[in-house]
């Protein structure tokens, strides 16, 4: 007998929930909120951040974290994401800026939620993730 569409619907179902709980009891899940993403349309993304005792930019977030995944709570919703996307997103599409907000200047990289989703969902580019590999070594050593 075949499966009825309300026997699929259900086996989806529960195939999302049980990826959903395993996506948010990762142990190495880095959770960010941008309070000002409403009013710019853009989430930020902090790559490196200025230490007042060297007075020196160090990389910081994204180019330092040790986390598979990134989530963003963006007011009542969550979008997250594989690191390696994250960094293919920012490194092809999103726009470089200074954060010269007192006493932690930091910089980094501003995305649309929009274009964060496209990302998610795409394969992963390897030749994108070797330039942007390198770049962060010739830039930080």
Not at 7 to 25: F, K, T
Not at 81 to 98: C, D, F, G, Q
Not at 113 to 123: D, K, N, W
């Amino acid at each position: 007998m075949k499966d009825s569409n309300w026997d699929l619907d259900l086996r989806a179902g529960l195939a999302g929930e049980s990826r959903v709980a395993d996506l948010l009891s990762m142990d190495t899940l880095e959770v960010k909120t941008d309070r000002r993403w409403h009013e710019t349309g853009n989430i930020y993304i902090e790559t490196a951040c200025f230490i007042q005792a060297s007075h020196t930019w160090e990389p910081s977030g994204l180019y330092t974290t040790k986390a598979t995944h990134w989530a963003y709570v963006l007011e009542d919703c969550v979008i997250i994401v594989p690191t390696y996307r994250l960094k293919e997103a920012i490194w092809e599409n999103a726009k470089s800026i200074t954060c010269d907000i007192p006493p932690n200047p930091s910089k980094g990289f501003l995305i649309t939620p929009a274009r964060l989703l496209e990302y998610a969902r795409m394969a992963h580019n390897y030749e994108v993730a070797e330039q942007h590999n390198n770049f962060l070594n010739e830039t930080y050593g």
